[in-house]
């Protein structure tokens, strides 16, 4: 070749090319073409690197390139949720460029590649690495195989894919074997499973008829070239072909079997037609005189790039890589007997892309008619996690999320946390917003409590008026004189701490729900302790001890022992408060789809508690100590059994603790002291007034001189 300054003034014999028909040599035909600008068009080479212009910027194509079929496969094993692959292809750049694009873009996605094989190129069923492919394929469990590859390297591995006796699995085929008539021919091929495959958009059926007539023609054409060569060419060109330049040869094409199909032909029929198109153009024929001046190769592959016309209802242009616009048909393999067919049960489309599926025209080789799974592992239930167990991220194990966490559809192979005030179930997909918990007051529950309440303190009041009103009788004051009125006061505020415990929780309330309960508790139980002392001083320490009586009186034991004991209840109360203060909070350990608002358990209700038990204690050893006294004053019956009362409820107030939570224990803590109040002011106040009520006789000076003298003769 002449090397030229420049390549615009290149002039071959040859102003375009049309073909070859392989990948392996359109590689060596662009490359060389490419040169000189010299427009190639190929019918069948459809490797995705022929699109890269930057090193073939004169080759164009007729045939999808492979990119859109990998498209297509991978849409195709999608579609019937196939993650569980093999895949082999050819030993050529066919086959090695397609399974690279092919696993690319399986990898992206959620298919797995369980195994990648090449087919050896040239070889016969005889071939060990065949059989050691083969064998492969039965020992990884695989039902989906998709085969990458020529017509001339699958036909052997297919053949020993029968006699290994391969049955049940699916086929993939790439459009250049899956219409291949030899390799539907294989004897027992049948058995294999089910073969879909790969195939140009098929032309208009009118083209379809077209090319079966030429191809009969040219049947009838071969003994008439054998006989006048001349004559035949100039009868071929003239009758049969129609063309108007007369051609220099004849060949018989339809004698080689199997290679020119009508797809295959209308290929080239495109191509000639593009560069027809092109030349029309450049030639400015379609002002009814084509011009007669040079042609250069880079001005033609110009005007062919531009080209868009409809060649029996299919566009043929190109793209800025060379490639026609142009989809699939998904065929799948059919055997009626002994004779093979493909028929087509689905397409392929691009810009956009897209895949449909015609179910009804799909003949599965399994029992049951359905499409066969091929996973590595079942998918998981939802709200459960994929849990890795190999490099390849379709295979996996299930773990159900824990309570708490849910599971994202983005990512499945973790259970993310739910938000503070979420909540979720074991094996959930979303968070649900926690119920928040605290007694309210606007709950029925909570409207008896407060009834009940106010009965007590209407009670206590009740009992103030009518002791106010009889606070000279005899029984006012062996119940304790003008201290039954603190008594009284004192269990009121008891119960007026009870309001703390209803409604969301505030600061002020939860500082003052227990100081108040127990300084107030105190002061009554200090008033019982020590009434109960000074009668055990006046009937049974006097006559023994009388020193210890009178200085008890002279030096106002009582009010002082009631001063001191309330006072280390203050100080008690304040010091842990100041230490540790009660403030509201947001509990969300007590059940998961809670959030408790309550008051922080502070060391001041534990130590003042424990205070008013202590004391409760003492008030039960004094009482008990009574019980031999006059009954006039004897309530330590009654008396002792009310403090039982106290202590059984707060022993069970801090056993429930732990089982109780939220609203159920604030209702524990309010039924515990509602309890307490009644058994007090039933075992010492209401005995007294049931006397001043009903008994009348019973309260007077005659009554009580008569039972302590009777005490006194014992």
């Known amino acids: 070749v002449q090397v030229l300054p420049s390549f615009q003034h290149y002039e071959p014999q040859a102003v375009a090319v049309i073909g070859p028909d392989s990948t392996q040599l359109a590689l060596t035909t662009a490359a060389v073409l490419s040169l000189f600008l010299v427009p190639e068009i190929s019918y069948e080479a459809s490797t995705e690197s022929l699109s890269l212009k930057r090193l073939y910027p004169s080759f164009l194509r007729t045939i999808p390139s492979d990119r859109q079929q990998v498209k297509a496969i991978f849409l195709l094993l999608q579609h019937f949720g196939w993650t569980w692959v093999v895949l082999l292809g050819s030993d050529n750049i066919y086959g090695r460029a397609g399974l ?65 006796n391969i049955t049940d699995m699916v086929w993939v085929a790439s459009e250049d074997w899956s219409l291949a008539q030899a390799i539907g021919q294989v004897p027992g091929i049948q058995t294999i499973g089910s073969v ?77 037609y593009a560069v027809a198109h092109g030349l029309h153009d450049l030639l400015g024929c379609a002002s009814g005189a084509c011009s007669k001046g040079t042609v250069y190769p880079w001005q033609l592959l110009q005007k062919i790039r531009q080209v868009n016309f409809t060649l029996y209802n299919s566009r043929i242009s190109f793209d800025a890589n060379g490639d026609i616009h142009k989809g699939y048909d998904i065929v799948m393999w059919k055997w009626l007997g002994p004779n093979w067919a493909a028929d087509v049960i689905g397409t392929f489309r691009v810009n956009p892309d897209r895949l449909s599926i015609d179910p009804g025209k799909i003949l599965w080789h399994t029992e049951d008619g359905q499409a066969p799974s091929s996973v590595c592992s079942k998918a998981c239930e939802p709200g459960e996690m994929r849990l890795q167990q190999s490099r390849h991220k379709c295979c996996f194990s299930c773990v159900t999320c824990p309570p708490g966490t849910f599971l994202n559809t983005s990512d499945p192979s973790e259970c993310q946390a739910c938000g503070l005030d979420e909540w979720a179930p074991a094996g959930s997909e979303v968070c649900f917003n926690r119920t928040v918990v605290f007694l309210s007051w606007s709950k029925p529950l909570s409207w008896a409590l407060l009834a009940l309440a106010v009965l007590l303190m ?135 789809e809670w959030v408790v608002l309550e008051c922080t358990q502070s060391a001041a209700a534990d130590a003042a508690i424990a205070y008013t038990v202590l004391l409760s204690a003492g008030c039960f050893v004094l009482s008990y100590a009574g019980t031999d006294l006059p009954a006039a004053y004897n309530e330590a019956k009654s008396l002792t059994v009310s403090l039982l009362l106290h202590l059984g409820c707060s022993a069970a107030v801090l056993c429930s603790q732990g ?12 039924l515990s002291t509602l309890g307490t109040l009644a058994a007090l002011l039933g075992g010492y106040f209401v005995p007294r007034a049931f006397v001043i009520l009903l008994r009348p006789h019973q309260n007077t000076a005659e009554h009580f001189q008569m039972a302590i003298q009777e005490y006194t003769r014992r």
């Open 100 to 164: 690279d694009a092919l696993q690319e873009l399986l990898t992206a996605s959620n298919v797995c590649v369980a195994y990648r094989g090449t087919i050896p190129d040239n070889s016969d069923a005889s071939n060990p690495e065949l059989h050691n492919l083969v064998r492969i394929l039965t020992d990884i469990k695989v039902n989906v195989t998709v085969v990458f590859s020529t017509r001339g390297s699958v036909m052997p591995f297919f053949e020993v894919v029968v006699q290994r």
């Open 196 to 272: 879909f495959g790969m195939a140009v958009e098929k032309p208009e059926s009118s083209m379809l008829e077209r090319f079966e007539a030429w191809k009969m023609s040219e049947e009838g054409a071969v003994a008439e070239c054998a006989s006048s060569a001349e004559a035949g060419r100039e009868s071929v060109g003239n009758v049969r072909l129609g063309c108007t330049r007369r051609c220099a040869g004849c060949r018989a094409l339809a004698a080689v079997p199997d290679m020119y199909d009508a797809q295959g032909s209308f290929n080239v029929y495109s191509a000639v």
């Open 458 to 592: 209407l009670l206590i009041a009740a009992l103030a008026v009518l002791f106010a009103l009889n606070a000279s009788t005899p029984v006012v004051k062996s119940a304790g004189g003008k201290m039954c009125f603190l008594m009284l006061g004192s269990l009121a505020c008891t119960c007026s701490s009870l309001f703390c415990y209803f409604g969301e929780p505030s600061q002020a309330a939860c500082l003052l729900r227990v100081p108040l309960f127990a300084i107030s508790f105190t002061v009554f139980l200090s008033c019982v302790a020590t009434r109960s002392f000074q009668i055990l001083c006046i009937f049974k320490l006097n006559a023994r001890c009388p020193a210890l009586y009178e200085a008890w009186m002279r030096r106002q034991g009582p009010v002082l022992f009631v001063a001191a004991s309330t006072a280390a209840q203050v100080a008690l109360c304040v010091v842990t408060e100041a230490a540790s203060p009660s403030v509201p909070r947001r509990e969300y350990g007590a059940r998961d």
């Open 659 to 670: 089982a109780l939570r939220g609203q159920a224990e604030t209702v524990a803590r309010v």
